[in-house]
């Protein structure tokens, strides 16, 4: 999933969920992750890091116009890369 948002500073909150062993390891967090300076036609991504019961995330610029993009689908079945775009 990608979302398009104009240049400048912005906040996005992020919802993690996790199925570490079963039921009783059900973990859950909300964070929000602050990009200070987001350039036109850039791609981010997001690093999350875990450190005990501590979790963080940090945005990374990944440059202008490169080929990024998510695979969808099940790994050796039917899962297909979707290269992000920008309509101009």
């Known amino acids: 999933m990608g979302v398009r948002v104009k240049p400048g500073e912005h906040h996005f909150t992020l ?3 996790i199925f570490d062993n079963g039921l009783v390891s059900y973990k859950k ?3 929000v992750v602050d990009v200070p300076d987001m350039k036109p036609l850039h791609v981010y991504g997001v690093e999350a890091s875990q450190d005990g ?3 963080k995330a940090r945005s990374i610029d990944l440059g202008a116009n ?3 993009g998510v695979y ?3 790994k050796g079945a039917n899962e297909d890369f979707y290269p992000f775009s920008f309509a101009r």
Do not use: I, M, P, W
Request: proline residues 0%; aromatic residues 14%; glycine residues 6%.
């Open 15 to 17: 919802r993690y969920r």
């Open 72 to 74: 969808l689908g099940l």
């Open 53 to 55: 019961k501590t979790l």
């Open 29 to 31: 967090a909300q964070l």
């Open 66 to 68: 490169d080929s990024y």
